[in-house]
């Protein structure tokens, strides 16, 4: 039973170094191999220049194959696998035409393995953890009105003038900055065109809390269902959303502005050229410390009195280990990779799993990569 870890970007080396260092057998593929043996050369010589129809030819029934490639390769890798029988993770939302294939999945009995990183992953075993713990309190009732939020963002440690670092392209966030959203706020649908129509301010409840700028973003309404949301309850307030440092709005204004004026392919090119600007002037330095804040909160309220409010609150740093980033993408990548072999995660497409032993077993190993996890009882 061989793992084929694809992709050895910034994002993937703790989770795929820490099964090597497990004992696990690996086969390692980028589509660069001097960038993977930089990566894990010390621990692994099986290392592979990535070719799809190659890792077809080794691939066999019961092995497993991680995507920590672009998005672009996640579907046909996942096709695949069910082809051959074997296991598929990856990090990644689950889109469309990956959900299309939990019907061949289930019939393959291969297990198809998505949203198992940072965000989306354990912003998802927190939300678990808490609509688990709502339910099973004295204050559960149906009737309540429910407000979820889960916003979580990457930003640096030693804060700088534009509010922001990248550790890898900013073309990425760009594009993001174009994209729609969908919510619920005061029980309505909010649909944003921009996030920054709909910037607000929240504070954090670390140990001294913080406040910083937040925004919904994507589509959150798919994951009331994914919650195990009850069709039948009140729902008041449901985003998920990303996370800046306070005056980060401000310092981008300008590239909102024109944003917002680019079309058609000269709009992609300038788009192009931004991105290279701005890695060029807001890269991480080598051995700066990123930071990622995550804060996952569920409030019910009856006839407008709060009768029970938690927040599952991460705040992690760059270290000597390497970026917060990495390890929280990464590690539990690699386990769910571990969960699939071991079968506690069942056949089919599925995003982070519910089971509540693992939901506790992933988080625990959370709690190792950041300096901080908590679960703040705000009526205690």
């Known amino acids: 039973m061989t793992i084929h870890w694809c992709g050895t970007g910034l994002s993937a080396i703790p989770g ?22 930089a990566a894990v050369g010390d621990l692994t010589d099986d290392i592979h220049a990535f070719d799809i129809d190659r890792l077809a030819g080794m691939l066999r029934k019961g092995d497993l194959v991680v995507s920590m490639l672009p998005g672009d390769w996640h579907v046909p890798l996942a096709k695949l696998c069910i082809s ?34 940072l965000d989306p992953g354990i912003d998802h075993l927190m939300a678990h953890h808490l609509v688990a713990d709502y339910t099973a309190s004295p204050a559960f009732d149906a009737g309540n009105d429910l407000s979820f939020i889960s916003y979580c963002g990457g930003i640096p440690k030693h804060p700088n003038p534009f509010r922001y670092k990248f550790s890898w392209s900013p073309l990425g966030v760009l594009k993001a900055l174009r994209s729609p959203s969908r919510s619920i706020r005061n029980y309505a649908e909010l649909n944003v065109a921009r996030p920054w129509d709909a910037i607000s301010s929240y504070t954090a409840p670390l140990p001294q809390p913080e406040t910083f700028e937040v925004y919904p973003n994507r589509d959150s309404l798919p994951f009331i269902a994914d919650y195990r949301f009850d069709p039948d309850w009140r729902i008041k307030d449901f985003v998920r959303g990303t996370l800046r440092l306070n005056g980060w709005s401000d310092a981008w204004a ?24 701005f890695w060029a002037e807001n890269a991480y330095d080598e051995d700066e410390p990123d930071r990622v804040v995550l804060c996952v909160s569920l409030k019910a309220e ?55 032993k693992l939901v506790s077993r992933f988080l625990g190993e959370v709690g190792k990569l950041a300096q901080h996890l908590q679960v703040v009882d705000h009526m205690a």
């Open 16 to 37: 795929l170094r820490r099964l090597i260092e497990a004992g696990h057998e690996i086969t390692v593929w980028n589509r660069t191999t001097d960038k993977a043996r």
């Open 84 to 117: 051959h029988q074997a296991h598929f993770v990856s990090s990644s939302y689950i889109a469309p035409e990956m959900r299309a294939l939990d019907d061949d999945a289930r019939a393959a009995g291969v297990a198809c393995v998505n949203e198992i990183g």
């Open 254 to 277: 300008d590239v909102f502005a024109e944003i917002e004026t680019l079309e058609g392919a000269s709009g992609d090119a300038r788009l192009k050229e931004m991105s290279d600007q």
């Open 302 to 356: 009856r006839d407008g009195k709060t009768v029970w409010h938690k927040t599952y609150v991460m705040d992690a740093w760059g270290d000597a280990r390497g970026t917060a980033m990495a390890r929280l993408v990464s590690i539990p990548v690699s386990l769910a990779v571990e969960a699939v072999l071991n079968r506690e995660i069942p056949a089919g497409v599925s995003p982070a799993p519910h089971d509540p």
